[in-house]
C-alpha cells in the first residue's frame, strides 16, 4: 500500500468574480475580503485564492495553517479534501481523508438523525456495511436517544450539533483536515467531544488544523505554515511559530 502522505506542488486555485468593474469599489472591497489577488484569466475576472503553493507531508506530520481571516487556510484545506480542483499545479493525498470543515454539511433537517448518520457516513466513504458497524457508538454517543428517529428539523441547535460531530469524528481517517478545534455542546459534551478528538488526531497519520490559537497548535501541531493573500510561507518546525506570527 502507498503510505499516507500529502503533496501540493505548484498548487494555485482561482475563483471567477462577475459583474465587476475593473474601477469600481467592489474591486477593492472583493480584495480586502477573499484576501486574494484579483486579475484576469481568459477574459474573466477572478481572485487567486491560492498562488503557487507547495507542500509535502508524512505519517506523523502534524501541520498548523495560521494567517489572517481570508489568506487561504480554508481553501487550502478544502482543496487537499477534494472539493476545490487546482486550476494550475497539483495535489496527491494518499489516504482516507476526513475533512472537520463544516459540521452541517450533508444535514437533512427532513431526515431523522438516524437517516443523516447514514447520509454523513456516505459522504465520508463508508460502505453501507461500517456505518451500521458504527451506528450503536455513533447513536450512544450523540446522547440523544429516542430523538434519533425523529427529524432534524425537530432538534434544538445543540442536539443539531451533538448529531453532526458524532457522525463526522466516527471514520477512521488516516489524514485530518480541522478548520479551527471544534467545540459544541454544553460543558459536559464539549469534554467528551474533545476526547474523542484527540483519539482521532492520535490515530491520523497526518493532520492539518487551521487556527489563530498559538496555544494549540503548539498543543497538537508539530510543524507551521503561513498563508497570506493565498502566498504560503515554507513549512517549518512549530518552535518556529513566534517567527511567523511577527511577520
Known amino acids: 500500500m502507498t503510505p499516507v502522505s500529502i503533496t501540493c506542488t505548484d498548487l494555485t486555485l482561482r475563483f471567477p468574480v462577475y459583474g465587476v468593474d475593473a474601477k469600481s469599489l467592489k474591486k477593492a472591497l472583493a480584495r480586502v475580503t477573499v484576501g486574494g489577488v484579483l486579475g484576469r484569466h481568459a477574459g474573466v475576472t477572478d481572485v487567486t485564492a491560492l498562488q503557487g503553493v507547495n507542500l509535502s507531508l508524512k505519517a506523523g506530520d502534524r501541520l498548523g495553517l495560521i494567517g489572517h481571516n481570508g489568506s487561504g487556510k480554508t481553501t487550502l484545506l478544502r482543496a487537499l479534501s477534494g472539493a476545490y480542483e487546482p486550476d494550475e499545479g497539483t495535489i496527491e493525498v494518499y489516504g482516507r481523508i476526513a475533512a472537520l470543515l463544516d459540521l452541517g454539511l450533508g444535514i437533512d433537517a427532513s431526515a431523522t438523525g438516524y ?126 511559530l513566534d517567527e511567523l506570527l511577527d511577520v
Open 115 to 240: 437517516e443523516n448518520i447514514r447520509l454523513r457516513g456516505r459522504i465520508a466513504g463508508l460502505s453501507s456495511r461500517e456505518i451500521e458497524e458504527k451506528m450503536d457508538e455513533i447513536a450512544a454517543f450523540t446522547g440523544l436517544g429516542p430523538f434519533l428517529a425523529m427529524p432534524v428539523k425537530t432538534y434544538s441547535a445543540g442536539m443539531q450539533a451533538r448529531l453532526a460531530f458524532a457522525a463526522a469524528t466516527a471514520v477512521e481517517a488516516d489524514v485530518l483536515l480541522m478548520d479551527e478545534w471544534i467545540a459544541v455542546g454544553d460543558a459536559e459534551f464539549q469534554k467528551l467531544a474533545h476526547k474523542r478528538l484527540l483519539k482521532l488526531v492520535e490515530r491520523a497519520g497526518i493532520l492539518v488544523l487551521a487556527s489563530h490559537e498559538a496555544p494549540l497548535l503548539r498543543l497538537y501541531c508539530n510543524k507551521v505554515m503561513r498563508l497570506d493573500g493565498g502566498v504560503a510561507s515554507e513549512v517549518v518546525d512549530i518552535r518556529r
